[in-house]
Each structure stands twice: as structure tokens, then as C-alpha cells.
């Protein structure tokens, strides 16, 4: 957590403990001048790195993660100090990034190696290649709430895929962003300074960092600030990937199990404050078990607390004006019609959040229409599982999303307009590194994690080699023969004219 706004005016950014407001570290803020001199560092490296083959990248990736291992109590200290999570909940992160450095430093090869594709009927005479290269220098401007595992995403496929990374941890968390950059660095000392690197500072740095040369830019956060990126990225044509915000809903049909349902939405609503993407903020719950299902979230809720000590179930707010924003959804749900079954705008209480469970609450209102961000869910009772659907894929959001249910869940799911659902468990498919993760929407653009996650930083080069000449057939060329046009005009229906 950073100081005040009227921090931005100087040359340091103070990190802070959002539980305690004690100071953990102070950092220098990079200007345009700076952002653009770790760019040029990161372009040098690249020569260097994007010339490896893929088992030497593996090596020095596996290489980060053995020692990320190794610091992970002191990383785990760090990351409950600055963005305010349970140590418990910061090693579990800490677990999922591992897993994804692993999958992209054993898959890059699989994924970007040479492939030989069929050059067609036609183009007989020619061997067509499909290579992939990397892109070159990746910008990558991280999030508060995940920030390790979230912008490894980007940092980790990128890496595999050849390409070096200057890195904008959020001001919120950049202790933890330079201290994951550093631990890379010591891991491997012989590389050259600028593989990976970080620029700190407020917006003004991330926006230096979209125009300071780099050749893609991946962000994730607010859906407003997103577009904005977007917008500046389209002055020089630079690509973007951006991961922004969820409405994520829970369909909870007749078939399901309640208590499991329950208890997965109790902990999607509530982990991390609430501050998750991807986690649960609308539920959808058919009419014939909605009451018994209310009743078990109040339950499992009614005995979980935010704190900063050992036994706490989830932190304070990390951001202190996302509390303000919480604080509204909750008074306008209950404006609006909505009952708050357990807590209320009493509930707030800077900087931590108790968990709110809010029903009935009109579909208009902030508190389903808007991300939320904090440890509150709406229920809603429906009839039936079209009802449902209708409702969940009705958000202009459309990120991830969960469905319970003994007998119908992929099919359910499979109906759902979102980037990822999980079947009978809340963020299954966020801790498989094969599986991709984004959104639709206004959730985002583009996609992190698995085989598409590489794809995203890489750029296919296309070539096709002339094996060898047939006289009078050289398509592409002025010296091709009448006689050639003739048999053309055979062949073409005979290859595409005959289907019904």
C-alpha cells in the first residue's frame, strides 16, 4: 500500500503495511527517462536471451523457481506485510506461481517450436513452415491483490517465449514485485541485467512505460484504466493483453450439493478481502434449495473475520478507497430493495471488511451490476436453470464463474458467456497452468496461462519454399500458360465443388 495522493508529486513511493500503516520500504519513482533507459537494458538483454534455445531458458527459469522456494517464508513475511493476505493464503499464491513458471519453461518448445503445415493441393510443390518468434521487449503493469501470481502470468510466458520484461509492479505492492525481479536475478547472475527488470512508481510510470518502445503491453486491472492503456497503445500500434475486471457468478442448481456449494461460495466471496477478479460476487441459486443454501453461507460466514494475526481468515483492504466503494454497493443494495442476511454497512470497518451476505438485490443495482471487490456476495433465488444463466451472462463482465451441480455441470457451464467456469468447485481452472485464463467483455482482452499464454508473446512467421518448378504451373507468376488456367478450371470444382 502506497501514501496519500499527494505522494505522486514526489520522487519516492512509501510502501506501507494497509493493516498497520508502519512503513516497509521506500522506493524511487521512475520517470519517462528511467522507464525508457530499463526498456533500452531489456532490448540489449534481449539479443542475449531471445538467442538461447529453449532447454537453456528452462534451465534458468527452473532455476528462479527453485529459488523462489527457497525464500518463500521471507517472500511469504513480505507479501502478508505489504498487501495485508494471511501468510497461508501468500504461500498458496506463492504455490500457484511456481506451477505456472514450471508449465512454461517445460512447454515453450512444444508450443513454439517449427512446424511443418500441408502447403495444399495446389501449392504441391512448395514446404510450408509455421514459425513462431518471440516479440521482444514485454511491458508488463501488475495488480495489488494477487502480485505474484497474477503478473507472473504474463512475466513467466513471456520469458519462456523468448522475450525479456520490464515489469511496473502496482504501487500498492512493490516491494514484492522488486523482490520477485531480484530473486530472478540471483538465480541467475551470469545473465545480463534487463532479462528482467522493474520501473516503480504511480499511473504516470505505467504510462511512460506504454510508450517507451516496448512491443506489447500486458495489464492487469480496472476495466476504466484498461481501456485507457488501450487507447494510448494504439498511438504507436503497440499490441496489448489486458486481463481487467469480474462480476464472476455461481450457478447453484436444484441437483447440487448444498454444503459444498456453500462453503465454496462462503471462501470465493470472502478470500483475499474480496479482492479477486475472479472470485464470487452473484449467486444464483435454484428456488427449491435456496433457503437451506442461504442458510449454510450465513453459517460458515457468521464464524469468519478479517484480521492481521495468525488465526484471521482474510486481511484488511489493501487499497483504503476500495473500502468507500464497498461501502456504497452495500447501502445502494439495500436502497434498492436487497436484505442484508448477515452484516451491513456496519460490517465496514477500515481497514477491515466482515463478510456480507446481501438477497433479493435488484439486478440494477451497483452491488451486482459493478465489481465489487470486497468480501460481500448477492444471492438470488431463480426458477430453474435458464433463469439462471440468463442472469449470470446478462454482466457486461464476463471473466470466470462456477456452477454446481451433481448431474448437469458441464453442460451448465458450457452455456455460461465467460472466459473460464469451474464445475462443482470455485477457481479450479486458475490453478491448472494448461488451461488458458481471461475474459470477454469488459473483462478483458487476450489470454495468460497455458499453450495460448505463449502464443500471446510470440509472432508467427509464415514461410513457404519452392521445392521445386512444374513448367507452365507457376501460379503466381506472368510466365503461367493458358493450358495451365484450363486444367485449373477442371480441378477447382472437382477439389471444392462436390459438397452438399
Known amino acids: 500500500m502506497s501514501t496519500t495522493e499527494s505522494a505522486q508529486d514526489t520522487s519516492v513511493l512509501t510502501s506501507v503495511d494497509p493493516a498497520t500503516g508502519d512503513t516497509v520500504a521506500t522506493h524511487p519513482v521512475a520517470d519517462e527517462q528511467a522507464v525508457r533507459a530499463a526498456v533500452a537494458k531489456a532490448r540489449a538483454a534481449a539479443v542475449i536471451w531471445s538467442g538461447l534455445s529453449f532447454d537453456q531458458r528452462k534451465k534458468h527459469l527452473l532455476r528462479w523457481a527453485t529459488r523462489i522456494t527457497a525464500k518463500a517464508d521471507e517472500f511469504c513475511d513480505l507479501i502478508h506485510a505489504e498487501n495485508g493476505k494471511p501468510r497461508d ?6 504455490m500457484l506461481a511456481l506451477e505456472h513458471i514450471s508449465w512454461s ?68 505492492s512493490t516491494t514484492i514485485g522488486n523482490y520477485l525481479a531480484a530473486l530472478f536475478a540471483e538465480a541467475n547472475p551470469e545473465l545480463p541485467d534487463g532479462v528482467f527488470v522493474t520501473v516503480n512508481g504511480y499511473g504516470a510510470t505505467g504510462a511512460a512505460l506504454v510508450h517507451a518502445g516496448v512491443d506489447k503491453i500486458a495489464f492487469t486491472g480496472s476495466t476504466a484504466t484498461g481501456k485507457k492503456i488501450m487507447a494510448a497503445a494504439a498511438a504507436d500500434l503497440t499490441p496489448v493483453l489486458l486481463e481487467c475486471g469480474g462480476k464472476d457468478a455461481v450457478v447453484v442448481a436444484a441437483d447440487a450439493d448444498i454444503t459444498a456449494a456453500a462453503d465454496a461460495v462462503a471462501y470465493g466471496a470472502t478470500m ?10 452473484r449467486v444464483y441459486v435454484d428456488k427449491s434449495i435456496s433457503e437451506p443454501f442461504v442458510a449454510e453461507v450465513k453459517r460458515i460466514l457468521s464464524t469468519i473475520r478479517p484480521g492481521s494475526d495468525a488465526d484471521a481468515s482474510y486481511g484488511p483492504m489493501t487499497m483504503p478507497s476500495q473500502i468507500d ?112 485464463f481471461g475474459g ?3 473483462s478483458g482482452i ?24 512444374i513448367p507452365g504451373m507457376a501460379l503466381l507468376s506472368y510466365t503461367r500458360t493458358e493450358r495451365t488456367m484450363k486444367l485449373l478450371r477442371r480441378v477447382v470444382p472437382l477439389l471444392h465443388g462436390r459438397h452438399k
Open 105 to 172: 519453461a517445460k512447454n515453450a518448445e512444444k508450443v513454439l517450436k517449427p512446424k511443418r503445415v500441408s502447403p495444399g493441393a495446389l501449392m504441391a510443390n512448395f514446404a510450408a513452415h509455421l514459425e513462431y518468434r518471440p516479440l521482444g521487449v514485454i511491458g508488463i503493469i501488475g495488480p495489488w491483490n494477487y502480485p505474484v501470481y497474477t503478473p507472473n502470468g504474463s512475466i513467466a510466458y513471456a520469458l519462456a517465449a523468448g522475450n525479456t520484461v520490464v515489469f511496473k509492479p502496482s504501487e500498492y
Open 272 to 281: 483475499n478481502s474480496g479482492q479477486t477478479c475472479a472470485g464470487v460476487e
Open 325 to 436: 466503494i464497498v461501502r456504497r454497493h452495500i447501502e445502494d443494495a439495500l436502497k434498492n430493495g436487497g436484505r442484508a442476511v448477515l452484516g451491513g454497512p456496519e460490517s465496514v470497518r477500515a481497514p477491515y471488511i466482515d463478510p456480507v451476505v446481501l438477497v433479493d438485490v435488484d439486478e440494477n443495482s451497483a452491488a451486482v451490476a459493478e465489481e465489487t471487490f470486497g468480501p460481500t456476495v448477492t444471492i438470488r433465488t431463480v426458477n430453474g436453470i435458464d433463469e439462471a444463466v440468463e442472469l449470470a451472462n446478462s454482466s457486461n463482465y464476463g471473466l470466470g464463474s462456477a456452477v454446481y451441480s451433481r448431474r448437469h455441470g458441464l453442460e451448465i457451464a458450457r452455456r455460461l458467456r465467460v472466459g473460464a467456469t469451474s464445475v462443482n468447485s470455485v477457481l479450479g481452472f486458475a490453478a491448472i497452468s494448461a488451461l488458458p
Open 446 to 469: 487476450g489470454r495468460i496461462h497455458g499453450a495460448p499464454g505463449l502464443l500471446e508473446f510470440s509472432r508467427a512467421h509464415s514461410i513457404a519454399v519452392q521445392r521445386f518448378t
Open 440 to 442: 470477454v467483455g469488459d
Open 89 to 94: 493464503d501468500a504461500f498458496l499464491e506463492l
